[in-house]
């Protein structure tokens, strides 16, 4: 998230294959879900949506994405943010984490 260029030359120069991006997220005051890091403590420059852009076009295959506002919470996982980014970037596997309370989730 801190460097998004770096990323995108490790999708050329490994394979988007070998590559799963992780990206935790929390949506803000105003709606906008954000990349929190430095231990969540600090917001990245670009949100989820400019991020899902950039490596959705320079190829990735697999990505890893964490509502933290719900990981470890047990509400169940937010199908509402899992539906957004696979429409937003349909050709990423999504591995949704955060917030399973049971096996049904």
Do not use: K
Request: proline share 5%.
């Amino acid at each position: 998230v801190r460097e998004p260029e770096r990323v995108v030359e490790w999708l050329r120069r490994f394979g988007p294959e070998r590559i799963t991006v992780a990206l935790d997220t929390r949506r803000d005051d105003d709606g906008v879900w954000r990349l929190p890091v430095h231990g969540w403590t600090e917001r990245a420059e670009r949100d989820l949506d400019a991020c899902l852009d950039l490596y959705a076009e320079a190829g990735a295959r697999h990505l890893l994405c964490t509502d933290i506002a719900r990981d470890g919470m047990l509400q169940g996982p937010n199908l509402g943010l899992y539906r957004t980014v696979v429409a937003r970037a349909p050709a990423l596997a999504l591995q949704a984490s955060g917030g399973v309370r049971d096996t049904s989730d």
